[in-house]
C-alpha cells in the first residue's frame, strides 16, 4: 500500500500532471498484451528525467513501493503486469532519440523511443538497426532492452542483446549508473550492460542505452516454399546451412496457421501446403542473387512443391506483413489465444513440431505452429477460451509436456518472451534448483527489498500458468 | 593457509599425482605474463572432470581457501597471479574439443583447449571462429571466455563473449549449473552466461563451453598503408568506416612500434613511415575485391605515402604475423615492458594516440602504440626497467593520465585485457563508486566467502599499480 505520505511525496518528484491514481487510469495498466493476467496498480506515474527516476526509486526502496517498468506493454510473458500492486512507471517523457553517431555507427535513445521509428531514423542514414520483434509498430526500445528481443531477423543478426552497447540504469537504490560506452570491446568488471539485457525490469530502470548499428544491407531479396510435409521444409532448413549460407530470415508456418494468416491477409498464400518456409537473405546484390539461387535448388531438391521468389518489394513486404500477422490472424480464431515460445537447437525443429502436434492431439487442443526456423524459435499457439475450466487444466498440461520436450531436445523454455509471471513455474526445467539460486542470490543483491517488478521470473509455491493474478 | 586436514582431503579428490606443493612446483605457478607481479600459491592441482572441481571448492568453500583458476597464464593484467596464496587450479585433464556440431555451427569444448587448435579444427570443417587474440597459439579458449578476449578480427567479428553461447559451470559452493544453449535465442532468466563471460575466475570455474561458429569466409586480402603523419591515418580509417564498409582487420602501428617490429621479423616494413595502417577484408571473393579496391583508393585520398596489397597469402601471413610479434619486438628493447589498452571510441583514436604521446613527452618516457584502429583499442606499451624506482614513478603517474584521457574521450581502462591485479585501481574511474558496488554485490552474492580468486577486479586501498605483491 503506498501510505499518504509517500503518495504526497511521489506527486512533489514527477509533478501532479503526471500521477495518476483515479481507478479508470489505473485500470488502464492492470494488463498488458499477455491473455489472462490483471492486477490493479495503486498509481501510474510518469517522470519526466532520470533523476526523477532516481527520486522515485529512493522512495520506494524506502517505503518498499513494488515498481513495474513499462514500454508499450506488448510482452507475452505478464512481464508488466502489476502483479504485486505499486506503481506502473511510464517512459512517455523519455522518448528521444538522442543521437546517431555516424563516424562511431551508433545511436543513442531513451527507452520510449518506438522501435519502428528508430529502424526507420537510423535507415535514413543509411544505416541498420537489426532487431526487429514483431510488435515493432507499438514496442519500445526499453521493453525490447528488458526482454532482449528477438525478431525475424535473428538467424543471421541476433538478438537486441546482440547490439547494446551502453547503458544508464537507475539501481533500486536510486544510484545511477554508466554501464559500457560507444566501444567494442569493454572489459572494466562484469558485463553488468548485458546481465541488465532481459532483465525484465527487476533489477533496475533502464534510461538510456546506446546500439551498436551497421551499414544497411545494398539489397534484398524473398522467397516462399511450400512443402506438402514438414520434414522437407526442415531438411531443407538444414541443408541451406550446411551449404554455409546464412539466410536473414528462415520463417516457418505450418497449415493452421497458413490458413488463418491467408483468411487473414488474403494474398493469395497456399493453404494446401502443409508447411511454408518464408526465406530471405540481403546483403550486396550479387551474392544475394547467387545465395538466392542456391536456396531455391536446395527447396526443390528437397521436394518442395514449389518456390516462388517476390517480384516486387511490394510483394516481398506483403508475405512478411502475413508473417508478421500471424498472432494477429489466430487470435481472431477463438476467444484466448496462448502463444509461447519454446526454442530448440535447429537441428531439432521437426522433431519438435511433430511432438508439439502429438501434444495437441493427445490432449484434444488446437495448437497451430509458427516461428523462426533458423533460430529453433517456435511459437506453438494455442487457440482456447478461458472461460471452459476443463480445456484450460488440458492446455496447462499440453504446454508443460511442450516444455519439457524442449528441454529434452536441448533447448529452452523461452526463446524470446522472457519469463514474466507465465512463465516463472517453468523456470526450474530449465535450469535447475541451483541456476535458480545463483539468479535469486543476484536479484537480491541488487535489490535487497524487492522492489523492482516483483513476482516476475522467480515462481511462487504454485505451478499453475494461467492465473488470474489478485 | 591450508591446513594439513584440507591438503589431505584435496590430495584424495584429485589424486596424489595431480596434487603438487613441492616448491618448484609452487614456482612454476607464481606468476602469469603480467611483469611485476609475483605470489607463491600453496597448492597446484589438476583435476580430472567437473565432479572432481565441484568436490574442491566445496572442500575451499568449507575451509575458506582461495583458488585461482589458471588457462596458459598468457593475460596481461595479473589475472592469474596467486596474490592471496591458495590453490592454483590447471586444467590440463580438460582439453578436449568435445563436439563440431555442423547442424547447429556449434562446437563444444573443455576449458583447456588451446585457442589455435579449437581453430584449426573447425576450419577443416569448413567453419570458422572468429576470436584471434594474439596470444591464441599459446592460450586456452577457457582463459579467454574469462579474460573475454578480443583480438584482430574483432572490428567486424566481436569479441569471444560474441560467441559463447552454453557453459557448465561450478559455483563457489559446489553446485554445477548449466547456461544458455546450442540456442541463437533464450531469455529463460538473467544472462549468466555473459556474466560470466570476462568475470576473470572470480565468480566459479568454467568447466564446458559451447560456442557460436559461422561459415569460413571464401577468400581474405590483405593491405598495408603508409602515412606520414597520424592524422591522415585515423581519418582513412573513418572515412572507410563512413563508406559503409566493415573491414575484419584495421590495424594501427606507430612509428617506433614499426621499427621494432621490423628489427624483429626483417619482412621489409617501411620504418620511416609514422603510421600504419594493416587492413583485411574477408567474404565472396568478388565483394573483397571490390571493397579493398575501395579502401585503397579512399587511403590514397587522404594522403597515403604507399598503399601495397599482399600479393601472396604468404606475404599476408608475414604482415599478420609481424603484427601479432609486436608485443614479443617490443619486449627486447628495454628490461620491463608494459602494455595497456586503453580503449576509445573509433572517432577519438587520433586524439588519443596524440594525448600518449604528449603524455610520453611529459614523463620522458618510451612509449609505443599500436592496437586495434577499428574497435578503437589501443595498446600504448611502455619500454621501462623496473629496477629504476624514479622512473617507474613517472610510469605510473603516465598510466594514470593515459587511462584518465581514455575516460574522458568516452572510452575505457581496458578493452580486452581485464582487470585483474594490475588495472583494479583505477577501476572507478570507469564504473564510478555505483558501479563498483553493484559489481562487488554480485560478486558477494556468489562468492559470499571470496575464495574464487580474490583480490582480483576489486582494489585494496592501494592505488598503486606495479606492484610485487607479497
Redesign the interface.
Request: net charge positive; aromatic share 2%; hydrophobic share 40%.
Given at each position: 500500500m503506498i501510505s499518504i505520505e509517500a503518495r504526497q511525496k511521489l506527486i512533489e518528484i514527477v509533478g501532479p500532471e503526471n500521477f495518476d491514481d483515479t481507478k479508470v487510469g489505473l485500470l488502464v495498466y492492470s494488463y498488458d498484451a499477455t491473455p489472462q493476467f490483471q492486477a490493479m496498480p495503486e498509481a501510474v506515474i510518469a517522470p519526466r528525467n532520470t533523476e526523477e527516476i532516481s527520486k522515485v526509486l529512493k522512495l520506494c526502496n524506502e517505503y518498499k513501493i513494488p515498481i513495474v517498468p513499462r514500454g508499450s506493454g506488448t510482452n507475452l510473458c505478464a512481464g508488466t503486469c502489476p502483479t504485486e500492486g505499486g506503481i506502473v512507471l511510464l517512459f512517455k517523457h523519455l522518448n528521444k532519440i538522442l543521437e546517431i553517431?555516424?563516424?562511431?555507427?551508433t545511436v543513442t535513445v531513451q527507452p520510449g523511443v518506438i522501435t519502428l521509428d528508430l529502424t526507420i531514423a537510423v535507415e535514413e542514414k543509411?544505416l541498420f538497426y537489426p532487431p526487429d520483434p514483431s510488435s515493432m509498430k507499438i514496442s519500445t526500445i526499453g521493453g525490447n532492452i528488458n526482454?532482449?528481443s528477438?525478431g525475424l531477423r535473428?538467424?543471421k543478426y541476433?538478438?537486441t542483446?546482440?547490439y547494446v552497447l551502453a547503458l544508464e540504469i537507475v539501481?533500486a537504490n536510486g544510484?545511477?549508473?554508466?554501464?559500457g560506452?560507444?566501444?567494442?570491446?569493454?572489459?572494466?568488471?562484469?558485463?553488468?550492460t548485458?546481465?541488465f539485457?532481459?532483465?525484465e525490469g527487476t533489477?533496475g530502470i533502464i534510461t538510456e542505452a546506446t546500439l551498436k548499428l551497421?551499414?544497411?544491407p545494398e539489397t534484398k531479396k524473398t522467397i516462399l516454399a511450400h512443402y506438402i510435409d514438414l520434414e522437407a521444409a526442415a531438411k531443407s532448413v538444414?541443408k541451406i546451412?550446411?551449404s554455409?549460407?546464412?539466410p536473414t530470415t528462415l520463417e516457418f508456418l505450418d497449415q493452421p496457421t497458413l490458413e488463418a494468416v491467408e483468411a487473414f491477409a488474403q494474398i493469395g498464400l497456399p493453404t494446401d501446403a502443409k508447411a511454408v518456409l518464408l526465406i530471405e537473405q540481403d546483403g550486396?546484390a550479387?551474392?544475394v542473387a547467387?545465395d538466392i539461387e542456391r536456396i531455391i535448388e536446395i527447396c526443390k531438391s528437397e521436394n518442395a512443391v514449389s518456390v516462388e521468389a517476390a517480384k516486387t518489394e511490394e510483394e516481398a513486404e506483403a508475405l512478411r506483413t502475413a508473417r508478421r500477422a500471424a498472432l494477429s490472424a489466430l487470435a481472431r480464431l477463438r476467444p484466448t489465444t496462448i502463444l509461447e515460445d519454446a526454442?530448440?537447437?535447429?537441428?531439432e525443429i521437426a522433431r519438435m513440431v511433430k511432438a508439439i502436434n502429438e501434444i495437441a492431439e493427445k490432449y484434444k487442443l488446437w495448437i497451430c505452429t509458427f516461428g523462426?526456423a533458423?533460430?529453433?524459435?517456435l511459437h506453438p499457439t494455442c487457440l482456447t477460451d478461458t472461460r471452459n475450466k476443463e480445456e484450460i487444466e488440458r492446455v496447462e498440461k499440453a504446454f508443460e509436456e511442450i516444455f519439457a520436450k524442449a528441454i529434452e531436445l536441448?533447448?529452452?523454455?523461452?526463446?524470446?518472451?522472457?519469463?514474466g509471471v507465465m512463465?516463472a513455474p517453468y523456470?526450474e526445467m530449465?535450469?535447475?534448483q541451483?541456476?535458480?539460486?545463483?539468479?535469486q542470490?543476484?536479484?537480491?543483491?541488487?535489490d535487497p527489498n524487492n522492489i523492482m517488478n516483483p513476482g516476475k521470473?522467480f515462481a511462487k509455491e504454485t505451478r499453475k500458468r494461467v492465473v488470474v493474478s489478485k
Open positions: 553517431d555516424e563516424e562511431n555507427l543509411g526482454e532482449n528477438g535473428g538467424f541476433g538478438v542483446r546482440d539501481l544510484e545511477i549508473i554508466r554501464t560506452g560507444k566501444l567494442a570491446k569493454d572489459v572494466a568488471g562484469y558485463d553488468l548485458r546481465l539485457v532481459g532483465s533489477l551497421i551499414p544497411k538444414s546451412i550446411a554455409k549460407i546464412i550486396p550479387e551474392i547467387k526454442t530448440v537447437p535447429r537441428s523462426h533458423g533460430d529453433g524459435n536441448g533447448g529452452t523454455i523461452t526463446g524470446e518472451h522472457g519469463v512463465k523456470l530449465k535450469l535447475g541451483a541456476g535458480i539460486a545463483a539468479m542470490a543476484i536479484k537480491s543483491s541488487l521470473i
